[in-house]
DNA sequence: ACAAACTTTCAATAATTACTGAAAGTTTAG
DNA sequence: CTAAACTTTCAGTAATTATTGAAAGTTTGT
């Protein structure tokens, strides 16, 4: 494998795991192109070698810089903008963690708690619903709980100590 | 809130979470549904509670059977089958983190090693290329890890102590 | 062996989601 | 102020994914 095979195959894998953390294809994609990157790409760049449209391009880029993972960068002299990424993959980690957290879990959380605070009326059924929910709720609560220790934490969160903490 | 508004917030609200941990809509309703039933329900009682087809509550079931999730009971004098999950939250999250991380990441990394593993050309490109794609690989394989380690946990993995631990 | 009761399959269709490209918008240089 | 160089927006379209429903398949009781 070549080094145009090899960054063809890192960008479409890439790409296709970008469901896993909650992005589509595209956005994955580009990210993935900074990634590897040694300089800063303009949007030209990143059209030509995912082969997608400005529109595109342009609309994802926004994503990213949303996301907080991808930078704007205005080189002196030049007209076109450029992009990087963030390239240490903890701090990546982190802020995608965050992210999905605040976007998805967040919410879900509200409804849970919502949900599982209804008036126990003594029937079967509701006295279920609530305590499946509740039980729900301090789950995705302190596993949010962990993803957020983790993201705001400065040293390394994955570490070999962790796992041997884990057994 | 009355039972039944609870009940439809939380299957709908459960449902569109499916994105969350990798399934469809239809499917994490189903499992909703079932999560807080005080009984095993029959296709017949899925169908007409989500309003949705028998061949679409069949094939899902079946996936839902596939993740190991949900049980078939057969209820001995019935014609009709009936389904029931898993009401632990907890081992409710060790199966679903255990399937996520053999579906999607195990395909990742092996793909990740493979990239990682070019021959050096010299020139930075490939260098770059073989940093970046080796720092992917080897958070993903500790975060893998640190998955199945908390899945084949027999107590307690998501609990106040790892919370301490992590400050 | 037959038929009733049920489940599965799958081609057609609907719903959702992503992508394009051209027009509108913005910024900068002169 | 104007034009060139660039970016953003968004209506239309394409691609993907989910859903239906009816036919085919299976199981069970008599």
Redesign the interface.
């Known amino acids: 494998?070549?080094?145009n095979e090899?960054?063809l195959?890192?960008v479409s894998?890439?790409g296709s795991?970008g469901?896993?953390w909650?992005i589509n294809k595209a956005m994955a994609q580009i990210q993935a192109l900074l990634?590897?990157?040694?300089k800063p790409l303009s949007m030209e760049d990143i059209m030509e070698e995912l082969k997608i449209s400005r529109g595109n391009t342009s609309m994802n880029l926004r994503q990213l810089m949303d996301w907080g993972i991808v930078t704007k960068n205005i080189i002196p002299g030049e007209r076109k903008e450029y992009f990087t990424t963030e390239?240490d993959?903890?701090e990546l980690?982190r802020v995608i963690a965050k992210e999905?957290s605040r976007r998805?879990?967040q919410p879900?959380i509200k409804?849970?708690k919502?949900?599982s605070a209804?008036e126990d009326?003594g029937?079967?059924?509701?006295r279920?619903?609530i305590k499946?929910?509740k039980?729900?709720h301090?789950?995705t609560e302190?596993?949010d709980?962990?993803i957020h220790?983790?993201a705001t934490?400065k040293q390394n969160?994955?570490?070999k100590s962790?796992?041997k903490?884990?057994?």
């Open positions: 494998m070549n080094y090899a960054k195959k890192f894998t890439w795991l469901t896993l909650g990634f590897i990157s040694t390239k993959v903890q980690a999905r998805e879990i879900v409804v849970l919502e949900v209804i009326d029937t079967a059924e509701t279920e619903l499946q929910t039980a729900l301090d789950l302190t596993a709980d962990m220790k983790m934490q969160w994955i570490t962790v796992l903490f884990m057994k």
